[in-house]
């Protein structure tokens, strides 16, 4: 099973490679133009991914499997929900940087639900919000980030509904 | 000497990221040729007025489109400018970080085909109730 997974993860890594070739056909200049903004954008994500994997070894001594179901498992009730919002509003970098810890944290009992919220939640990027207030005023900008919240809410419980019933 | 909680811990950190590594090799590689091939104008040239498919239209390209945030606001602000409607603008934007086709792949390999698939959906579909929400919010409170 473990090894099937792996062998999935380099077969969509495979996937891509002949992607690039296959571009690479049709425009080589693309393909270097794409491979530049690769290199541009690792070393942008670099910083991200270190603290992504420094919170799993972190996870990994302090945070058992019980304490992860205790706080964000089954019957961790509004603790649960703040936490993982929180966790999505905070979370910085591109979203698939935080699938490993979201991947392990779900092996140790963290509810689907939460990780639905977590991952709606990194649509409120604080960092950002006066660029949108800059192109879409205040008043966009604060009643977005209420529904934003609000959907996150929403969205997790549905999720939560239609996929922890039958795993 | 190193604890052997520290020990273990860093092993279980190291075979994770030995695991991870294609995925998010992959994803940036990926995404890097997705922005690269797209150009943002392209975005502008779909959207017609309508007040029914446009902000279909703007949740569909937000699912499709990938990279900063930054950029959503960036082309919202100028397809807001070029007059496309608040809605379908509002939808591009939630859609763009809150659903992600070119992510989808690497999102099924780590949590899950069931969640990955349904998180996508019901965050494709609450994208458009949000929009209408917000801009309904919005006209009562000018």
Known sequence: ?????????????????????????????????ALSYTADLLWTVLPVILMVFALIFVSNIILTP???VRYMGKGSGIKGW????????LSSGPIYMWYPLLSDLREKGMKPSLIAAFLYNRAVKIPLMPLMIYYFGWAFTLVLAFYMILFSIINGLIVGKLTEVKE | MVSPIYR???????SSFMQNAPILLGMLLLISLFITAVP???YSSFFTGNLVLDPLLGAVFGSLATGNPLNSYIIGGELLAQGVGLVAITAFILSWVTVGIVQLPAES?????RFSVTRNMVSFLTAIIAAILVVLTLGVLA
Do not use: P
């Not at chain 1, 997974?5 to 490679?17: A, E």
């Not at chain 1, 703040?82 to 509003?89: E, K, T, V, Y």
């Not at chain 2, 390999?109 to 085909?113: A, E, S, W, Y």
């Open chain 2, 40 to 42: 943002k104008s392209l």
């Open chain 1, 1 to 33: 099973m473990m090894k099937q997974r792996l062998l999935s993860k380099w077969m969509f890594f495979l996937v891509v490679f002949i992607s690039y070739l296959a571009a690479a056909l049709a425009d080589t200049g693309l393909v270097f133009s």
């Open chain 2, 8 to 14: 273990e811990s860093a092993l279980k950190t190291w």
């Open chain 1, 82 to 89: 703040l936490i993982a919002m929180a966790g999505g509003i």
């Open chain 2, 109 to 113: 390999l780590m949590l899950g085909k």
């Open chain 1, 66 to 68: 019980q304490r992860i």
